[in-house]
């Protein structure tokens, strides 16, 4: 995959115990999540990418679902990319339709000259027809990764023409729809982890995810 990591300042803290506030005036009460909470949440961009079917879309606009999550990543990419998008698909026949309703999923592709819409399309497709793809220059790109702490470059090319795919983050983002990033999943998270965790997000619809130390 292409470059992408975190910085040291985003991967500080991961832990699995999280307090959540479900709600003004309530007491937190503890849960486990698999993901890593971001307290404060991580901003986001509002500059526009495009939309696989040619629509501006932007973080701080279009995020208005309970769940969007935003992967990072490139369709010839051999291991990362296919695992994720994968994993997030088995995790969304796990929950009702309902449920399902109230999940985006978006992929902003770090190879923009390889991935054209119609290749994103294609390729999204086979893991599930609800995925959005995304692109534009790697510039613009990069310009929104950046408030998630997400560097973009073009990666190593190997003779092969594929880019050296131990070179990259493998974060998938939670933006809620008040266009804030409170969470984050790395690439080993299983279906029944993500299943869980959305389930709880997109039901109880916290306030603020908290970590222990908040």
């Known amino acids: 995959m292409n470059r992408l990591r975190l910085t040291a300042t985003a991967m500080a803290g991961a832990l699995l115990a999280l307090l959540v506030l479900t709600g003004c005036g309530s007491s937190p009460r503890s849960v486990d999540l698999a993901g890593t909470v971001v307290d404060p949440p991580y901003g986001v961009s509002d500059v526009a990418l495009t939309t696989d079917d040619g629509r501006p879309w932007s973080m701080s606009k279009d995020t208005t679902k309970a769940l969007t999550l935003v992967f990072f990543g490139y369709t010839q990419c051999p291991d990362i ?13 796990r929950l009702t339709p309902e449920q399902q309703a109230q999940i985006e999923l978006v992929f902003i592709t770090t190879d923009p000259k390889r991935d054209t ?9 086979r893991f599930n027809p609800s995925y959005l793809g995304l692109t534009s220059d790697l510039a613009t790109v990069g310009k929104v990764a950046e408030p998630l702490h997400v560097f973009v470059d073009a990666g190593d090319q190997l003779p092969s023409g594929g880019y050296d795919p131990n070179s990259h983050g493998t974060q998938i983002f939670g933006i809620n729809a008040k266009h804030e990033a409170p969470i984050f999943w790395g690439a080993e998270t299983s279906p029944a982890q993500f299943a869980d965790d959305f389930r709880f997000l997109i039901d109880e ?3 603020r995810l908290r970590g222990p130390n908040s």
């Open 117 to 125: 819409p119609a290749v994103l399309k294609d390729y999204l497709g």
């Open 205 to 207: 619809k916290p306030e």
């Open 81 to 93: 990319c296919p695992g994720v998008l994968s994993a997030i698909a088995s995790a969304l026949t």
